[in-house]
């Protein structure tokens, strides 16, 4: 049964920085993309960032560009997502979510067919 | 960037109806559009991928359509657990991935 379970969430202050973690289970992690999606309080879904199978090519939605650094470790199956600079407007569920099928090498299939049961991030003085 | 637009953003609908939700994309994506729902509290679940393709495990009431720029989620009879909003997803090769903003569909 494949599992993605988010760990990290929390309250922090502007300016903050906060380290959000995802930990796979059954299925082969390191032939899928992965990527982080996320909701405001009574808002819709924000894709926020993804990470090829190597971990070699990232991609960022311009709202977190420069401030959050997504990364795996293949070897322990986990997925990071280093949030720096926190904002007000952060707050949200942060979700990690599978691609659908693998494609190889610095390719992604968004359509995500696993998610986490989220995490909260709260950004608030 | 593409833009990703629902309509309605809600609707009432009652057990049995046929409902049918509407997504258009600002530019042409082809065939890559997904489908998701999500209840309260929960994460999204994916229905429909590759505008009509029906993910796994989910029932043959839902179906999808379209291509280009606009598309289409159906329900051919609405059940009791399909309460829920739904959000379509641009998956056209380099993100940004975008979601529309979401229709919740409600009884009436």
């Known amino acids: 049964e494949v599992q993605l379970l988010e760990s990290g969430g929390g309250l922090v202050q502007p300016g903050g920085s906060l380290r959000l973690s995802c930990a796979a289970s059954g299925f082969t992690f390191s032939s899928y993309a992965m990527s982080w999606v996320r909701q405001a309080p009574g808002k819709g879904l924000e894709w926020v960032s993804a990470?090829?199978?190597?971990?070699?090519?990232?991609y960022y939605a311009d709202s977190v560009k420069g401030r959050f650094t997504f990364s795996r470790d293949n070897s322990k199956n986990t997925l990071y997502l280093q949030m720096n600079s926190l904002r007000v407007e952060d707050t949200a569920v942060y979700y990690c979510?599978?691609?659908?099928?693998?494609?190889?090498?610095?390719?992604?299939?968004?359509?995500?067919?696993?998610w986490g049961q989220g995490t909260l991030v709260t950004v608030s003085s | 960037d593409i833009q990703m637009t629902q309509s309605p953003s809600s609707l009432s609908a009652s057990v049995g109806d046929r409902v049918t939700i509407t997504c258009r994309a600002s530019?042409?994506?082809?065939?890559?559009l997904n489908w998701y729902q999500q209840k309260p509290g929960k994460a999204p679940k994916l229905l429909i991928y590759a505008a009509s393709s029906l993910q796994s495990g989910v029932p043959s009431r839902f179906s999808g359509g379209g291509s280009g720029t606009d598309f289409t989620l159906t329900i051919s009879s609405l059940q009791p657990e399909d309460f829920a909003t739904y959000y379509c997803?641009?998956?056209?090769?380099?993100?940004?991935?975008?979601f529309g903003q979401g229709t919740k569909v409600e009884i009436k």
């Open positions: 990470i090829s199978v190597s971990g070699g090519s990232t």
């Open positions: 979510a599978k691609d659908r099928t693998y494609c190889g090498g610095d390719c992604f299939s968004p359509d995500f067919d696993y």
């Open positions: 997803q641009r998956s056209y090769h380099t993100p940004p991935w975008t």
């Open positions: 530019q042409n994506i082809n065939y890559y």
